[in-house]
């Protein structure tokens, strides 16, 4: 008994495409189900490799979302794997190559092209996971190496420790998640002892420090005081750009 509707010839190359491989599954049902129901052969209203097709039969036909099938025609059509035409009616969809792909001359049938395609098969998917693993590998590095917003102590002016910042940076030595840490620390020592934090960044701004330090001998640093009084965020900016 023969079969009716004649058949479709699919590829065996298919599994190595994308859409079968990288894509949505439906995406693949979709592409499955249009190119099963385009004509096989010239009719009086629609050439080979043509249908006349609505969103809604893609949907009661294949379980696919009008999301889904919108999104796989957009980017179908990008690929160049059909076009689409409105009609009053719905739209006549026509995929592209359907006479190449649909004749047995242009298949190769020998045991030396299977061959070939397995190992193709292999290598991609070996390429596939090779290059996740170096995607999950970077992406540990870049969190490793992000750096951390430093909660400050309430004591200490944000504006002078922002001030601070572009002093490193102008001294081309901007502040490692370390150095935060070290330099908060110290000043929070510092700051137990009696010594301003405060005071301690402004000492190292006018000076050119890179580093913080303690008092000797808690003698109060009258300069950088003046230098607190004397000049707003903006001023020590100004100051820092003049060198």
């Known amino acids: ?135 999950k590998e970077s992406t540990k590095e870049k969190e490793s190496t992000k750096e951390k917003v430093p909660v400050l102590p309430e004591w200490l002016d944000k504006k002078i420790w922002d001030a601070y910042k572009d002093h490193r940076k102008n001294k081309k030595a901007p502040m490692t998640p370390k150095a935060v840490e070290l330099i908060i620390r110290k000043l929070k020592e510092y700051h137990e002892s009696g010594q301003d934090g405060n005071e301690t960044l402004e000492r190292s701004i006018m000076n050119g420090w890179t580093g913080v330090f303690k008092e000797k001998n808690n003698k109060p640093v009258t300069k950088a005081r003046n230098f607190r009084q004397e000049y707003n965020l903006e001023s020590a900016r100004a100051f820092l750009e003049r060198g």
């Open 1 to 135: 008994m023969a079969i009716r509707e004649g058949a479709t010839l699919w590829a065996r190359q298919t599994i190595e495409s994308d859409i079968f491989f990288n894509k949505p599954d439906k995406w693949f049902k979709i592409w499955f189900f249009l190119v099963s129901r385009v004509n096989y052969q010239d009719s009086k209203k629609f050439k080979r490799g043509q249908c006349l097709m609505k969103y809604e039969w893609i949907q009661e036909n294949t379980g696919a979302t009008r999301a889904q099938v919108d999104m796989f025609i957009r980017w179908a059509k990008k690929e160049r794997m059909l076009t689409t035409q409105k009609t009053t009616h719905g739209m006549i969809v026509t995929i592209l190559n359907y006479c190449y792909f649909q004749s047995l001359d242009n298949y190769k049938n020998d045991t030396e092209n299977d061959t070939e395609t397995i190992q193709k098969r292999q290598d991609t998917k070996v390429s596939n996971i090779s290059n996740i693993k170096k995607e």
